[in-house]
């Protein structure tokens, strides 16, 4: 797993100072920095799996996500809001929103990373590390450093 976390996890698509006021622009600011092909497209599907399902997590953490065939292999972005973007049918505010697309064909390690992802959100102190991280490096060695703990 850690290979995959280390493949996945680039700086460059790290956004800390989100500053979206809504979901939709919330989620086409961070599939902007993951370089997909189709990134409205692909926006689109994300949309319609959230509007099916939320995918907002305990303690403001969200995974919105798509399973595609608009991405080669898994990409991952992600944003952080100080303030919140209202996400989940309360429009509560998700603080840590990790998009995630993934070829339909790729099922087992997208379940794999996307529950890692939950894992390492779930403890109080990954959560502060990452809400109080100074760059986005730091965001992404926090990240990397968690994902070790789980193998």
Do not use: C, W
Request: proline share 5%; no cysteine; charged share 25%.
């Amino acid at each position: 797993m850690a290979v995959v976390f280390a493949a996945l996890l680039k700086p460059e698509r790290v956004t800390l100072e989100l500053a979206a006021e809504s979901r939709a622009e919330a989620l086409r600011a961070i599939v902007a920095t993951m370089g997909v092909a189709e990134p409205e497209k692909f926006v689109a599907e994300v949309l319609a799996r959230e509007e099916v399902h939320t995918t907002l997590m305990e303690q403001g953490v969200a995974f919105p996500h798509a399973r595609t065939d608009l991405v080669p292999e898994i990409t991952l972005g992600i944003g952080r809001s100080v303030a919140g973007v209202p996400f989940g049918e309360n429009d509560e505010p998700a603080h840590l929103i990790f998009v995630i697309g993934a070829p339909k064909r790729m099922v087992n390690k997208y379940l794999g990373f996307v529950g890692a992802l939950a894992r390492l959100t779930k403890g109080e102190t990954t959560r502060t590390a990452l809400l109080e991280a100074k760059s986005a490096a730091e965001f992404v060695e926090i990240l990397r450093a968690g994902s070790l703990l789980l193998e």
